[in-house]
């Protein structure tokens, strides 16, 4: 488990160590332990391009600042170490005065900006060390145009704890920003770093003498100090990720006592005649998610039978039997009939999973959530997410996230949402969890009712939340089904959307290295390899 941290905390981590180094009479020390780390990651990149590090250019983009400070120092270290190093300065009457004289005292360069293009040759590398967690907005001129200059010659950029052009808490990725390989950063992960993980490239943490409890070394350093620092508790603005390795741990799998029906026999009310293929893949998923048993409720149950003989069908809700947790709504429709099965099953008191039409529906009668006496999670994509709610802020999707939860659960809804998307983010009220599954192949039509019945199945298989150091909550009792309105779904929906993502990862790469694109119909048969990839993980 990663835990990324809002800015104010990280600022009051960094405070008594830098308040400790400007006692001690080096009030720099903090900042060239970082910057070491910057120094040795940025080593390790030109290595793996270039195959040597003596000779080599590195180009410094520095700012005003303890971030450009922090680029400074490392580029005097990489000096030392034999490369050439470049500073181009964007303010040069606020550069950091002492990481410009230790630069200037190995024989490293300082340049002006008109200098990127004419006198300077291309670098192996380069450093962003243009503004930190301070930083809010695009890059401006001329820091943008020499960065897109850089990446269009081909060259990796190291991003000083963070790609400037990011926003630090919202995770917004202005359109002028540093398209990092690599970045380094100090302590303790920003939300950023999870929540815009596409354009952050690899994170490296670099150790400053700050405590993350989820580092098995640094928990036990913490197990010999009386008190927790305020800022490693997982309030409401931290985000979390999970390994594969976590998920595969806990996925659902049959014990020496089970049968069809402890393992969670999951109802899915999906599709048509005119739409069978939603009722196909939402149904084929459950089958392939857990090892208990699938209902399917509709009229598509000719094609769902033919592509799934194990599947139970049944005409109606009313006549769907026991179940543990319900899947409504992909190719469901949104006529009347629509509306009452999406508030029959939410009268049963089962978890239940909402997806594609049945959002439509619950944002055209947002009261046929009031019917919902056990928690629900709600899976839109963006689009959908708009109907949910009138309208958001896209520039900050966990703010826009956990303001529509917490107005579900102050209604008294047991709400717990999915937002699609390349970083998919799900929120229970509590915490936002963050899923980057590394590509953005599950972007095809049908992907979602394959995500949509693979969460119903671990709904119903008991799957719940604890034992990844994010609570003990559980997802009801697989016996007897249910759940109190409070509970949260959320590791149910961490642990599916890992495992499609891993599965469209499989299929879109079963040709080649290179990846191909891929149906849903791929996509659903690469999800028992992707699980048996996350148990062995």
């Not at 410094?60 to 490392?74: I, K, M, Q, S």
Request: proline share 6%.
């Amino acid at each position: 488990m990663r835990r990324a941290h809002p800015v104010g905390q990280i600022r009051d981590a960094e405070r008594p160590l830098i308040a400790a180094a400007a006692a001690s009479g080096d009030p720099d020390a903090v900042m060239r332990r970082a910057a070491a780390g910057v120094a040795h990651h940025t080593a390790v990149l030109l290595r793996e391009r270039t195959g040597g590090l003596y000779g080599r250019t590195v180009q410094l983009l520095v700012g005003a600042g303890d971030n450009g400070g922090d680029a400074l120092y490392a580029g005097a270290m990489l000096r030392a170490r034999g490369c050439r190093v470049d500073a181009v300065m964007l303010d040069p009457d606020r550069a950091h005065a002492r990481g410009l004289v230790a630069l200037r005292r190995v024989g490293g360069r300082i340049h002006d900006t008109e200098s990127v293009g004419s006198r300077l040759p291309v670098p192996d590398v380069a450093v962003d060390g243009v503004v930190g967690l301070g930083g809010r907005g695009p890059l401006r001129q001329p820091a943008d145009r020499i960065v897109n200059g850089l990446a269009a010659a081909g060259v990796p950029w190291v991003a000083v704890d963070l790609p400037s052009g990011v926003d630090a808490d919202t995770g917004t990725v202005h359109d002028a920003h540093v398209p990092a390989t690599l970045t380094v950063t100090f302590g303790l992960l920003r939300r950023a770093h999870l929540l815009a993980s596409p354009v952050c490239g690899r994170v490296e943490v670099v150790d400053i003498g700050l405590i993350d409890p989820t580092d098995p070394v640094q928990a036990r350093r913490l197990q010999m100090q009386e008190r927790v620092p305020d800022y490693l508790s997982a309030g409401p603005n931290t985000v979390v990720a999970h390994s594969r390795a976590e998920v595969g741990r806990t996925w659902p799998v049959p014990g020496p006592a089970d049968d069809k029906y402890t393992q969670g026999v999951v109802a899915v009310r999906a599709g048509s005649d005119r739409y069978p293929g939603a009722a196909v893949l939402c149904a084929s998923a459950a089958v392939a998610a857990t090892s208990g048993m699938v209902r399917y409720v509709g009229s598509g149950a000719g094609a769902v039978l033919a592509a799934r003989p194990e599947v139970v069908c049944h005409p109606t809700v009313a006549e769907a039997g026991t179940a543990q947790a319900w899947v409504v709504g992909p190719g469901g429709g949104t006529g009347t009939d629509a509306v009452a099965d999406i508030d029959a099953v939410l009268s049963t008191g089962r978890p239940t999973v909402l997806d594609a039409d049945a959002l439509t529906c619950i944002a055209t009668h947002p009261v046929l959530l009031r019917s919902a006496t056990a928690p629900v999670l709600l899976t839109p994509h963006a689009g959908e997410f708009d109907r949910l709610t009138g309208g958001w802020d896209r520039g900050d999707r966990p703010g826009a996230l956990r303001r529509f939860v917490a107005g579900l659960r102050e209604r008294g809804i047991g709400a717990t949402v999915l937002l699609k998307g390349r970083v998919t983010l799900i929120d229970d009220g509590e915490t936002t969890f963050a899923v980057d599954v590394g590509s953005s192949w599950a972007a095809t039509a049908g992907s979602g009712d394959v995500l949509a019945g693979m969460a119903g199945a671990l709904l119903a298989s008991g799957m719940g939340v604890g034992g990844m150091g994010v609570g003990d909550r559980a997802v009801g009792d697989r016996g007897v089904g249910g759940s109190v309105p409070g509970e949260s779904l959320a590791w149910p929906a961490v642990a599916a959307a890992t495992a499609h993502g891993e599965a469209a990862r499989r299929a879109a790469h079963r040709q080649g290295v290179a990846g191909a694109p891929i149906g849903a119909s791929d996509l659903l048969a690469a999800v028992p390899g992707a699980i048996s990839a996350l148990r062995g993980a």
